[in-house]
């Protein structure tokens, strides 16, 4: 059985730094392209990144470039978030995403974590 | 970006009915369109992918169509566990990007 969990949210203030992590089990991790997605209280889904299954790409939004950063280390099968520099239009709740991909072209995300939730406040 | 937009942005259902809901491309994203499923409080779980492939192990009530910029997820004889929000995405481009959802509600 595929399982995705996040960990790592909590409450930042503004300008900080969060680390998320998601553990994947019940499928060949260094396989699958994989993602970030958020979605702030009460809106719809942002997708935030994604990363080659080897981590030689990685893509993200516009509004994160230059903040965030994904990585991937596929001995513990895991995935992170490095989120510096936080604004309180980051606070969402962040879900770690499979990509059904195990080829070069990244496709659809077929399975999705329980998701951990950001604030950024003061 | 390619924007997303999905209509209506909500609807009122009675159980057994069809379901239909819409979502366009501002531009040409071939058949690359997933749709999602969304309950309160819980993860996104995936329907169709491709414009009309089934997710394995999703009811075959669900049924997705369309190409290039204008595609249509439709659920029929709805039933109690499929009152949800339901979202569509493209995955021809980057940014990867999401319609603003479709809330489905007991009539």
């Known amino acids: 059985e595929v399982q995705l969990v996040e960990s790592g949210g909590g409450l930042v203030q503004p300008g900080g730094s969060l680390r998320l992590s998601c553990a994947a089990s019940g499928f060949t991790f260094n396989n699958h392209w994989m993602n970030w997605v958020r979605q702030a209280p009460g809106k719809g889904l942002e997708w935030v990144a994604n990363?080659?299954?080897?981590?030689?790409?990685?893509y993200f939004v516009d509004s994160v470039k230059g903040r965030f950063t994904v990585s991937r280390d596929n001995a513990k099968n895991s995935l992170y978030l490095q989120m510096n520099s936080l604004r309180d239009e980051d606070t969402a709740v962040y879900y770690c995403?499979?990509?059904?991909?195990?080829?070069?072209?990244?496709?659809?995300?077929?399975?999705w974590g329980q998701g951990t939730l950001v604030t950024v406040s003061s | 970006d390619i924007q997303m937009t999905q209509s209506p942005s909500s609807l009122s259902a009675s159980v057994g009915d069809t379901v239909t809901i819409t979502c366009r491309a501002s531009?040409?994203?071939?058949?690359?369109l997933a749709w999602y499923q969304q309950k309160p409080e819980k993860a996104p779980k995936s329907l169709i992918y491709t414009a009309s492939s089934l997710q394995s192990g999703v009811p075959s009530r669900f049924s997705g169509s369309g190409f290039g910029t204008e595609f249509t997820l439709t659920i029929r004889s709805l039933q109690p566990e499929d009152f949800a929000t339901y979202y569509c995405?493209?995955?021809?481009?980057?940014?990867?990007?999401f319609g603003g959802g479709t809330k489905v509600e007991i009539k």
């Open positions: 531009q040409d994203i071939s058949s690359w």
């Open positions: 995405q493209q995955y021809s481009n980057y940014p990867r990007t």
């Open positions: 995403a499979r990509d059904s991909s195990t080829n070069n072209w990244p496709h659809y995300f077929d399975y």
């Open positions: 990363i080659k299954y080897d981590g030689t790409e990685k």
